[in-house]
Structures are given as C-alpha cells and as structure tokens.
C-alpha cells in the first residue's frame, strides 16, 4: 500500500499528465484555451516566489503547460494604405480662404516662440529638420476659431521630426488647434520623463490630430480635466502610436489615454506595441480607452497590434487593444465628479484587432449603451463586458475567443461569428 507522501507525488505527476493529454486532444476548445492560460498566468506569477518542493511542481507545471492549446502570433505588414500616417495622405489646410497667414519656422527657437504668439488663423509651418526640445512641457498661449483654426504642421509628412525630451510635450489647454504631418518621439533617458507626445487639458476642444507618428511615449495623447472643463470634440486620425520596447515606469502605459470628455473621434489609426516592463507581477497595459463618465466617443477603422514588433514578454504581460472604461476613474478625476459610469453611448466599430493573446480584445467597464460592430478580433481572448451598468449591442463581429457578460453586465449578442482556433490567417497587410 502506498504511503501518503508516495501517493502525494504520484498525483502530482499524473494530473498534469492528463491534462496536458485533454489539452492536446482539444486545441480549439476556448474553453480549454482560457483554462490554459489561467494556469500558465498563475505558474508564470508563483515560480520565482517558491522554493524546494513546490519550485519544482510549479516548474513541472510550467513544462507540462507547454502542451497547452496557444495561438501564434499574427504578422502585419503596414504598408503605404489605409490606416495610419501616410505621406500619401494629402492634407489640405485652406490657405486662400478665411485671411490664414503662413509663418515659417527653421529652429527649436522660433518654434517655440511662435507657440506662444500665434493666434487664430496662423499656420506655424515648420521647415524640414530635426528638432530638439528639451524641458518639462510646450505650451501654446492662444484659441484658434471654428472657421480659423491655429495650424502646427510641416509640409509632407516625415519631413520634420520633434525629439522630445520632455516630461508633457506639446501642451494644449486653448481650443481649435490643428497638428498635421509631424514625427514625434521621446528621446527621454529614463522613461518615466517621457509621458506624452502631446497632452490635451481643459478647454482643448475642437482640436485636430491628424496624420502624425508618435513614437516611445507612456501616453502619446493624453487628455484630461482641468478646474471642470475637459476637452471634447476631438479628433485623432490617421496616426501612428507605438512603442520600440516595453517601457520601464510605472505609471500606466495607454497610447491614447482619454479621461473625461465628450464626442472624440478616433478614427483609421495605426496603434502597436504598448508594453509595460514585466517583473515577475502582472502589468496591463491598453491601445486606447475612453473612460472618466465621458459619452459619445467613436473608436473607428483603427488596426490595433497588441504585438507587432514587440513581442509579449511572458504570460504576465497583459495588452487589452480597446476599451470603453478602462481601469475605471476615482472621482476626484472624472468629468461628473461621480463615476457612476466611465463611458456612456460610445462605439467601437470596423477595427481590426490583433494579438492580445494574454486577454481580451475589447474590454467594456462600466459602459453603458455600448455598440460592438463590425470588427475583427484575432488572437485573443475576444470581448468582456464588465459590471451591471454595463449594456452593450455586440454585432456582425468577427472574433476569437468568446463574447462574455460578468458581474451583471448585459449583452444582446447579434449575428457574431466565431473564428475557431486553429482557423486563423498568419498575415494581414494594411489593405486587408
């Protein structure tokens, strides 16, 4: 007869064993792909907290997991098309109309300083170069108008780059503004200095983003309240946003990082590579969220590549792609000062979403009238819709993984078709 310590060991072997077995024999159960994952998350996060007999479990656990059902990574080719900035995009600013005056700049000084001077109707033309600048934020002084807007752009894009090294960036507190054909990247040393490429606050309304790179940022755009006023009306289009490397802070890491605010579009952008530095503890990280009891916002033809570049460094390194709500908001931060919801009315429609293999795709938190359309969702968890003020229409979706209601939230699941498994496309070019 076996003693209890024989008995403890031969479990511990033959559990695994079978499994690995059911694991092997049903690669495309979700179900079975989601266990899976949850198992390699709780080794990943337990096997360098333990030592002697339960280190060597876990380390077993670890080999057997191998066996798991997984998912490959999906290559993207972004090609010259239809999604991010392009100099093909021709941008056309109306000179001859509306009295716009043209003042071209050639140095970080004059840069600056026209910055601070131009006013409704000036266009700060910025001649082909790279420019360095240095310091804690860029400030712009005056609002441009509905008909005459203030318009920072260089002529083609890729013609000028703006290596920030710099905490904020450009800091926009004045609305109509309008940003074109410009290269952003933080050259910091330390990541935790380079926050934003550009930060939107208060009364940033009706401001333009379009047809830009940002690269090497914690939030490449962010946007914010300030003494009641948030920014609202906002349109971010034809950009790109990634990152080189998982960046070493932490303070959140969200390519677009909206809190508060109404009506944003944005729209037919290009957002990759949002990684935080994993240590051996979880680390979640976003493409793009509304959140902070905004409404109205519009998540639209975007292609999100939780992994394009920069693969996941272990299954501890969480990527969501979209999300109405995010990690939520404390109320001293939020648009209504009460949170009860973090974004209301909003949309997620016509985006490709791929690689967000340790979680979902879209994650809704506290988002009530939702619309989920016309997406597609490769290699991923798919869609999570979190908490009872949550309601949301999920429809004509094409995803991986499987469309989830929890902790009260309430979904009408309409005409979706799932994409087994192992049926997945290994490559997209942009003009899939």
């Known amino acids: 007869m076996m003693s209890k310590k024989q008995r403890y060991w031969l479990g511990a072997f033959i559990v695994p064993t079978l499994i690995v077995f059911t694991f092997y024999y049903a690669k495309t159960s979700v179900v079975l792909y989601q266990l899976g994952l949850k198992a390699n998350k709780y080794v990943a996060l337990n096997v360098n907290k333990n030592s002697g007999v339960r280190k060597h479990l876990l380390k077993y656990a670890e080999h057997i997991l191998q066996y798991s059902p997984r998912t490959h990574n999906i290559s993207y080719q972004k090609n010259d098309a239809i999604v991010g900035a392009t100099p093909s995009l021709v941008l056309t600013p109306e000179f001859g109309k509306n009295s716009y005056k043209i003042i071209k700049v050639k140095n970080v000084s004059q840069l600056l300083r026209q910055l601070n001077l131009a006013k409704a109707g000036d266009i700060i033309w910025i001649a082909p170069g790279v420019y360095k600048l240095i310091g804690k934020r860029f400030p712009v002084k005056h609002s441009g108008t509905s008909t005459q807007k203030i318009i920072l752009m260089a002529e083609t894009f890729g013609s000028v780059l703006l290596q920030l090294d710099s905490v904020e960036g450009l800091y926009l507190t004045q609305p109509h503004?309008?940003?074109?054909?410009?290269?952003?990247?933080?050259?910091?040393?330390?990541?935790?200095?380079?926050?934003?490429?550009?930060?939107?606050?208060?009364?940033?309304?009706?401001?333009?983003?379009?047809?830009?790179?940002?690269?090497?940022?914690?939030?490449?755009?962010?946007?914010?309240?300030?003494?009641?006023?948030?920014?609202?009306?906002?349109?971010?289009?034809?950009?790109?946003?990634?990152?080189?490397?998982?960046?070493?802070?932490?303070?959140?890491?969200?390519?677009?990082?909206?809190?508060?605010?109404?009506?944003?579009?944005?729209?037919?952008?290009?957002?990759?590579?949002?990684?935080?530095?994993?240590?051996?503890?979880?680390?979640?990280?976003?493409?793009?969220?509304?959140?902070g009891a905004s409404q109205r916002g519009k998540i639209v033809g975007n292609v999100v590549n939780c992994a394009w570049n920069v693969p996941h460094q272990s299954f501890l390194d969480i990527r969501i792609g979209l999300s109405l709500g995010g990690g939520g908001t404390a109320k001293a931060f939020c648009q209504d000062a009460v949170c009860d919801y973090e974004h209301k009315d909003g949309v997620i429609e016509n985006n490709l979403i791929l690689n967000c293999q340790n979680d979902v795709s879209i994650y809704l938190n506290k988002a009530p009238d939702s619309m989920i359309k016309d997406n597609i969702l490769l290699n991923s968890l798919g869609i999570d819709a979190r908490f009872s003020i949550t309601t949301a229409t999920i429809q004509n979706n094409q995803y991986q993984g499987r469309i989830k209601a929890r902790d009260g939230a309430w979904i009408r699941n309409i005409n979706n078709k799932n994409i087994p498994l192992n049926d997945m496309q290994t490559s997209f070019i942009a003009d899939d």
């Open 177 to 291: 503004w309008s940003i074109h054909n410009l290269i952003f990247e933080g050259v910091c040393r330390y990541d935790n200095n380079c926050e934003h490429g550009i930060h939107l606050i208060g009364n940033a309304d009706n401001t333009e983003i379009i047809n830009n790179r940002f690269i090497n940022f914690n939030a490449h755009i962010k946007s914010n309240g300030r003494r009641g006023d948030f920014p609202d009306n906002i349109t971010i289009r034809h950009n790109d946003f990634y990152n080189q490397s998982p960046r070493k802070t932490k303070n959140p890491v969200t390519p677009i990082d909206v809190v508060g605010g109404n009506d944003w579009l944005i729209e037919n952008n290009f957002i990759a590579d949002f990684a935080l530095k994993e240590q051996n503890n979880f680390t979640v990280s976003y493409g793009a969220f509304l959140k």
